[in-house]
């Protein structure tokens, strides 16, 4: 999948466009004692701005990444997180806050989208040697 997700534009339902800027990373435990990952984005549409955390909780990771028989890795986090903000953004949903925690039936929808999507591109680019 060849989508960004360091650095993107998303629209929200009021056809506003939000520039979303990925910061950082980090483990959860070693900010706030939780045993999650942690993916920092600043969004700005105009004059306003406004910082977002996501938290994906190390256990739905964990099941998430079993059962497509793949590895936890921080570029795989990262794409998780970047599809929950884009949703909240379409969605309008939880903006106000400043973390949200990614519940764990959405982060396994996100996974196996983002499987499906990478399993497409795997096909095509097969298809083109």
Not at 26 to 42: A, E, F, L, P, T
Not at 80 to 91: D, K, M, N, P, Q
Request: net charge negative.
């Amino acid at each position: 999948m060849s989508e960004n997700s360091r650095n993107f534009q998303v629209s929200d339902a009021s056809g506003r466009t939000w520039q979303v800027e990925f910061r950082w990373q980090q483990n959860g435990i070693s900010i706030r004692h939780s045993d999650s990952v942690d993916c920092k984005y600043y969004l700005s549409s105009g004059a306003e701005k406004r910082e977002l955390a996501v938290a994906l909780m190390h256990p739905d990771l964990s099941r998430a990444a079993e059962k497509l028989g793949r590895a936890v890795s921080d570029a795989w986090c990262l794409r998780l997180a970047a599809a929950h903000v884009r949703r909240l953004i379409e969605s309008g949903q939880d903006l106000e806050n400043a973390l949200v925690v990614v519940a764990p039936e959405a982060l396994a929808g996100y996974a196996e989208a983002l499987d499906r999507a990478d399993r497409a591109e795997q096909e095509r680019l097969a298809a083109t040697r």
